[in-house]
């Protein structure tokens, strides 16, 4: 009889894994995590749940941990954090409240930093090329820490968005997480403390709060709308292409 040859597995299971270990797949699939994490969220609307304060028949320090976990995995999931910050505020009031939604904070910060460092590092450096993105990126890979802390200070910076930017640059993972958590308490206690007096709106304490949430917001969409004027006064100044 003769003996016929069988092609050994090996070099196609290579192939095959290759492919899915590419920097363009795993961006594919940060992309379908997204996707399915906003599409959850919809459904499921996960911040009704810790905003009732279930499951009821946990309290105390169990309570504290099981909603801080809950906190980072919604905010990773991209529920809007106000709705979690108030909902901690009027859960466990405003200093309890606070600790618990800067460790959440904290928590789906480093969740979604890991998760666009090991997914879609790879796939998005190459694409900095820009004069704008590179600067962006050496800004935030040499200047992490003060970097980070000024995005989080600064009101209407997409958490979310800041969260992956860093992800893509060299940022280290203590100057991200530190600045993060030290970066969100004036907004974030702005936010717990309106939630631990939503029941009397008309208290200073809740008046106070909502001012602090209004007037860095409005500052915010003051720069951007004269930074957004200054743009386009360039661009009119360069002229139209090929002048």
């Not at 290759?18 to 599409?39: I, N």
């Not at 980072?72 to 809007?80: D, E, N, R, W, Y």
């Not at 900095?128 to 200070?153: E, K, V």
Request: charged fraction near 10%; aromatic fraction near 6%.
């Amino acid at each position: 009889m003769l003996d016929v040859a069988v092609p050994s597995p090996k070099p196609a299971l290579r192939r095959a894994r290759a492919v899915l270990l590419s920097p363009w797949s795993r961006l594919g699939l940060l992309a379908a995590l997204l996707a399915g994490s906003a599409l959850a969220v919809w459904v499921c609307q996960p911040q009704r749940l810790l905003a009732d304060g279930r499951p009821p028949q946990l309290s105390g320090a169990a309570a504290v941990v099981l909603f801080t976990a809950a906190y980072g995995l919604c905010t990773a999931a991209l529920v809007p954090r106000p709705l979690l910050n108030l909902a901690a505020g009027a859960l466990f009031g405003s200093q309890v409240g606070l600790a618990t939604a800067i460790g959440g904070t904290v928590i789906g910060a480093g969740i979604a930093f890991g998760l666009g460092r090991l997914l879609g590092q790879d796939a998005l450096r190459p694409l900095l090329r820009g004069r704008w993105l590179t600067a962006a990126d050496s800004q935030l890979s040499h200047h992490g820490f003060r970097s980070m802390l000024a995005i989080r200070l600064f009101p209407g910076v997409p958490f979310a968005a800041a969260n992956y930017c860093a992800a893509v640059s060299r940022m280290g993972w203590p100057s991200f997480l530190l600045a993060t958590g030290l970066g969100s308490v004036p907004n974030t206690a702005a936010y717990v403390v309106a939630g631990s007096h939503a029941a009397t709106p008309t208290s200073p304490a809740f008046l106070l709060a909502m001012a602090f949430i209004a007037v860095p917001g409005l500052a915010g969409l003051t720069v951007a709308w004269r930074k957004r004027g200054r743009l386009r006064a360039g661009r009119c100044a360069e002229g139209p292409p090929g002048a």
